[in-house]
């Protein structure tokens, strides 16, 4: 089964010290928020960004998701702050 | 209706002109140049911002506002270019352009357009100061601005 990628923006990223990972999938009906607390469970800079969800947003194939969305069989999750804008 | 990403330094004189020149009959055309600025809100000197994007959906941001300024403004042409990467100071980072008939549609639309861009867009910055670097959180001043229009407008920013 094709592995799921993930990619980190803004603050997200340089506090995981990566902008882009693949992992093994999650069964497909675990939630974006599911997948969070997975990384976050690895410690170091993946639980300082990761601890707090209400800070993050999600796109699930480039798309904007709520945490609760499940994974299903998409190819791209990617975690990030809020937008700023331009 | 044209929109693009640039990750290099543009002119937007160059890009007015090119786009007026394509007009018709058109009465009216409106722009906007947004520079960055070489002092944060907090006074101390910037040596660079930086706009993170997240490729295609950065892009298509920026395309569905300018297709919303387009059904909602009897506007007949528009461009919207946005800088992303490192950006000096006093360098474009936003230019926006539209032509109507009339010149109210014009500068509504222009106004719309960056009102909707500044928090909407896909789009994270951070200003270098003294190797400093820090992430920008959007204005209060910048959401009021956008909430003007928010009538018509769906919230899809991922905020």
Known sequence: ?86 | MQVELAQAPFEPSLRLAAFSAALEDEGAVVSFTGRARGRGADGAAVSSLVLECYRGVTLQSMKAIAADAHSRFAITASIVIHRAGPIAPGEPIVFVATAARHRRAAFEAADYLMDRLKTEAVFWKREEHDGISTWIEPTARDREDAQRWRDKVNDNAGN
């Not at chain 1, 992992?23 to 969070?36: H, K, M, Q, T, Y």
């Not at chain 1, 690895?42 to 993050?56: F, K, N």
């Open chain 1, 1 to 86: 089964m094709a592995e799921l990628t993930i990619v980190y923006f803004a603050w997200v990223r340089e506090v995981i010290g990566r902008d882009e990972e693949q992992v093994e999938r999650p069964a497909p009906d675990s939630s974006v928020a599911d997948l969070i607390a997975t990384l976050a469970a690895r410690g170091g800079g993946y639980a300082q960004a990761l601890e707090d969800p209400t800070r993050l947003r999600a796109a699930i194939d480039q798309r904007f998701a709520p945490l609760d969305t499940p994974i299903g069989d998409a190819r791209e999750v990617a975690l990030f702050p809020p937008v700023t804008g331009g």
